[in-house]
């Protein structure tokens, strides 16, 4: 499956960003969906994870309460709003797709990565 992140952009601290992410096809479904996001000079960081129907999400503690993770299967999209956004949540966001999620916050158990939107948050 190929997926499309989108909805990246420039933002105040404070502020909102809503991405989305795209499936090419419909067996989207069967996939658990996860975000990543890597900050220059940094590793890739584990931001939030969305069960295949929805019903379960995490999120990493340093987003918790101010992410949220969703999905529309019917239109093969994943979402990751962004409220009471911080500077050090700038970084480019990856999504990604895992067949079978053992460990949801290890990037090695997703099989399908897009290509990254970025954010930038001002101060």
């Known amino acids: 499956v190929q997926l499309q992140a989108s909805g990246g952009g420039l933002v105040q601290a404070g502020g909102s960003l809503r991405l989305s992410c795209t499936a090419s096809d419909s067996t989207f479904s069967r996939y658990a969906m996860g975000w990543f996001r890597q900050a220059p000079g940094k590793g890739r960081e584990f931001v939030g994870h969305?069960?295949?129907?929805?019903?379960?999400?995490y999120y990493s503690d340093s987003v918790k309460g101010r992410f949220t993770i969703s999905r529309d299967n019917a239109k093969n999209t994943v979402f990751l709003q962004m409220n009471n956004l911080k500077p050090e949540d700038a970084a480019v966001y990856y999504c990604?797709?895992?067949?079978?999620?053992?460990?949801?916050?290890?990037?090695?158990?997703?099989?399908?990565w897009g290509r990254g939107t970025q954010v930038t948050v001002s101060s």
């Open positions: 969305i069960s295949r129907t929805g019903g379960n999400t």
């Open positions: 990604a797709a895992a067949r079978v999620p053992r460990l949801y916050y290890s990037d090695s158990d997703y099989n399908y």
